[in-house]
């Protein structure tokens, strides 16, 4: 065992309780998420819920887009940067789990701002004509590297894109792969690495976010 997986759940802790404090709302949902779901690791969580808000807050973006809503807290992290008249589109494709981004929307003091949509992702990006100001990805993982095909015409300089689980439990070291979501994890890191457009860094939080901006 080494030194960070022994000492991984103390640190975890340590890096809680010096980190601002998770508003209220976020924390029961956080709570309901483990109490009613049958995966709730998949759920954004404290530390890089407040890294989402803090880069929205530098951004005060206008248009934000999250693709996998699953249950609403990376949305209402995002959205506690939103500019007063700035909205955010959150997508997913869980109807049996829709009820509870929704509630947790509604209570929310966002909840003029955010617009929930049960929709494929790829879908709406070949639809759509909004640019957006912040992208958070965590969805269907073997649709990261189309995603990022589909989401660069609808960025502009400045804009700020996200992807999480690109470190995919450490498998992206694997050289040949077997899993096809390994693979396509591995395709999206080498497309951003080498996009001339973006610049980017994989930040080694969790499961791995690849943070970019457009030049």
Same mark, same amino acid.
């Given at each position: 065992?080494?030194?960070?997986?022994?000492?991984?759940?103390? !640190?975890?802790?340590?890096?809680?309780?010096? %980190?601002?404090?998770?508003?209220?709302?976020? &924390?029961? *949902?956080? &709570?309901?998420?483990? @109490?009613?779901?049958? @995966?709730?690791? !998949?759920?954004?969580?404290?530390? @890089?819920?407040?890294?989402?808000?803090?880069?929205?807050? !530098?951004?005060?973006?206008?248009?934000?887009?999250?693709?996998?809503?699953?249950?609403?807290?990376? %949305?209402?992290?995002?959205?506690?940067?939103?500019?007063?008249?700035?909205?955010?589109?959150?997508?997913?494709?869980?109807?049996?789990? %829709?009820?509870?981004? +929704?509630?947790?929307?509604?209570?929310?003091?966002?909840?003029?701002?955010?617009?929930?949509?049960?929709?494929?992702?790829?879908?709406?990006?070949?639809?759509?004509?909004?640019?957006?100001?912040?992208?958070?990805?965590?969805?269907?993982?073997?649709?990261?590297?189309?995603?990022? &095909?589909?989401? +660069?015409?609808?960025?502009?300089?400045?804009?700020?894109? !996200?992807?999480?689980?690109?470190?995919?439990?450490? +498998?992206?070291?694997?050289?040949?792969?077997? @899993?096809?979501?390994?693979?396509?994890? +591995?395709?999206?890191?080498?497309?951003?690495?080498?996009?001339?457009?973006?610049?980017?860094?994989? *930040?080694?939080?969790?499961?791995?976010?690849?943070?970019?901006? &457009?030049?």
């Amino acid at each position: 065992m080494s030194f960070f997986e022994e000492v991984a759940p103390e !640190m975890d802790r340590y890096l809680e309780n010096h %980190a601002s404090a998770e508003p209220e709302i976020l &924390r029961k *949902l956080r &709570r309901e998420t483990f @109490q009613k779901t049958t @995966q709730p690791h !998949m759920i954004s969580g404290y530390q @890089q819920g407040r890294l989402l808000t803090i880069i929205s807050k !530098m951004l005060q973006p206008k248009n934000v887009l999250e693709i996998g809503t699953f249950t609403g807290y990376a %949305a209402l992290c995002l959205a506690e940067g939103l500019s007063g008249d700035g909205k955010l589109t959150t997508l997913d494709v869980n109807e049996d789990l %829709a009820y509870l981004p +929704k509630k947790y929307f509604v209570g929310s003091e966002y909840s003029g701002q955010i617009h929930f949509k049960l929709q494929d992702a790829k879908e709406f990006l070949k639809e759509t004509d909004e640019v957006f100001d912040l992208v958070f990805i965590d969805a269907d993982k073997e649709n990261y590297a189309e995603y990022f &095909r589909l989401i +660069k015409p609808k960025t502009r300089s400045g804009s700020v894109v !996200m992807f999480d689980n690109v470190l995919w439990y450490g +498998k992206v070291l694997e050289d040949h792969p077997k @899993q096809k979501a390994t693979q396509i994890i +591995k395709e999206l890191n080498d497309l951003v690495a080498k996009d001339a457009d973006f610049e980017n860094l994989i *930040l080694p939080l969790r499961d791995g976010v690849n943070l970019l901006r &457009r030049k």
